[in-house]
């Protein structure tokens, strides 16, 4: 397996380009098989996930076409021939779970296996059984796979959410597209990545008001067409990207950054003593003083602060000055960087969900091991602000959300290599 090196105490200076959203992009290919036309969306990010998500539809009999490596992708669902998503496929990636609303909605029946994903949790499916019951789906779980069928087809219904889970609330929209009546999401997530999704369906003809607030209102139609649409700038990216010269010190512009996509966390960063502006092409980030100072940070849905910046986030109030205090709200087993962060000399204690970090002047660079996808991430970070050289193991999770994560950082002056694994 691969790991990544980091030499530390490079300052960081020059521009990032900001990819299309991973999480957008997942949700956004399943939309194929709503219709028997092809859909195509540009801004594709190249990760691993994506080629997961390919995989996925290609065993329900999807074509799929990627062109300009990776950055367009072509969908054409014309011939479905499967309506089953395998546990060998599904177990790599939770988000394949987000075939099973459009499978119910165009073939009335899926058998989908329960997922897998990065290790944070215990994430059930009960909110989106529940929902697209409430469409009139039976569901039974056996053997490991849920077993869908909507006979007669999908009706459309009050969905209320007892948590506004964002892959519930994307497989209640995506099904409902295409079920009988009106159907009306109640605690919706409000991610961009939801709005983006609303957009791309309405795009194919779909009815759909009020995405990005609690409550989207469906009417269903009888049939999609195709489209094109570009995936919306990965958040998560750019605010990883954000702390790097934050946490190595510099100045970087992160070309196609909107403040809208990031402005609980930007906020953060002002407090933290962090200078974030709008250029004509997106982002400039860079420290207002020679430290950034300690802040507490509480994750929660969108529009607050986003679980999957808090390792990134952790990582830079390690060097921080003062005590900060993370609550980790939405995942219950998030703090798998902190051991991590800690071997490279990092004052942590984790009690539940909460972490109390107690910022250093220097880490130390060590041999370290990704645990997840964002913790990855999290101590590559780290290393940049390191005294010495950090080795990230087992960095396959990076490659499933970052795209050429070395050369991004390489490029703005950062000391970084792969060692390619055995
Ligand atoms: C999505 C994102 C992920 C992000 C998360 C929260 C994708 C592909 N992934 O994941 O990067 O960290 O949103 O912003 O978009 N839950 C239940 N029952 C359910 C569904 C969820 O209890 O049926 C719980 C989960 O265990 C978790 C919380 O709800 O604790 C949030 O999950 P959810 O919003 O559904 O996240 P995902 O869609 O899986």
């Known amino acids: 397996m691969d790991s990544i090196i980091v030499t530390g105490g490079q300052p960081l200076s020059g521009q990032i380009s900001i990819a299309g959203a ?5 949700a956004l290919m399943p939309v194929t ?7 195509t969306l540009t801004n594709a990010p190249r990760l691993s996930d994506i080629k997961t998500m390919t995989l996925l539809l290609e065993s329900l009999g999807t074509e799929v076409t990627a062109m300009q490596g990776g950055k367009v992708i072509a969908l054409s669902s014309h011939g479905l021939t499967s309506t089953r998503a395998d546990y060998d496929i599904v177990r790599k990636m939770r988000a394949s779970n987000l075939v099973l609303g459009p499978l119910l909605a165009r073939a009335h029946q899926a058998v989908v296996s329960l997922p897998g994903g990065c290790a944070i949790g215990a994430r059930p499916m009960d909110i989106h059984i529940t929902a697209l019951e409430a469409l009139g789906a039976e569901i039974d779980l056996r053997d490991g796979y849920l077993h869908a069928v909507a006979r007669g087809g999908l009706r459309g219904a009050r969905v209320p959410l007892r948590f506004a889970s964002v892959g519930a609330t994307e497989n209640v929209l995506m099904a409902a597209t295409l079920a009988r009546g009106t159907t009306v999401i109640e605690n919706a997530a409000r991610e961009p990545e939801i709005v983006d999704l609303a957009q791309c369906l309405r795009r194919m003809g779909a009815q759909i008001e009020g995405e990005g607030t609690s409550t989207i209102t469906i009417e269903g139609v ?29 100045e970087i512009e992160l070309l196609g950054g909107r403040m809208d996509l990031v402005a609980a966390f930007a906020e953060k960063l002002d ?68 051991p991590e962060l800690m071997r490279m000399g990092a004052q942590i204690e984790v009690h539940g969900g909460t972490a109390t970090v107690t910022g250093v002047e220097r880490l130390r660079g060590a041999p370290v091991m990704a645990t997840d996808l964002r913790a990855s991430v999290s101590l590559i970070l780290a290393g940049l602000a390191a005294e010495g050289e950090t080795q990230v193991n ?8 970052y795209e050429h994560v070395e050369d991004k950082l390489g490029a703005v002056g950062a000391r970084i290599a792969r060692v390619p694994g055995s």
């Open 222 to 250: 009888d049939r999609l067409h195709g489209a094109t649409h570009s995936v919306v700038t990965d958040r998560i990216e750019l605010g990883t990207y954000m702390l790097a010269p934050v946490i190595a010190g510099g």
């Open 33 to 39: 098989l709503l219709t028997d036309e092809p859909l």
């Open 394 to 401: 087992r960095v396959y999770h990076l490659d499933r959300g």
């Open 271 to 338: 407090a933290a003593g962090v200078s974030v502006t709008e250029t004509a092409k997106g982002l400039l980030v860079r420290l207002r003083g020679d430290r950034p100072r300690a802040v507490d940070v509480v994750t929660e849905p969108f529009p607050g602060f986003p679980t999957d910046l808090q390792a990134q986030m952790m990582a830079m109030l390690c060097c921080a000055e003062g005590v900060s205090v993370l609550e980790e709200r939405i995942f219950e087993n998030r703090f798998m960087h902190a």
């Open 22 to 26: 991973k999480n957008a992009a997942l």
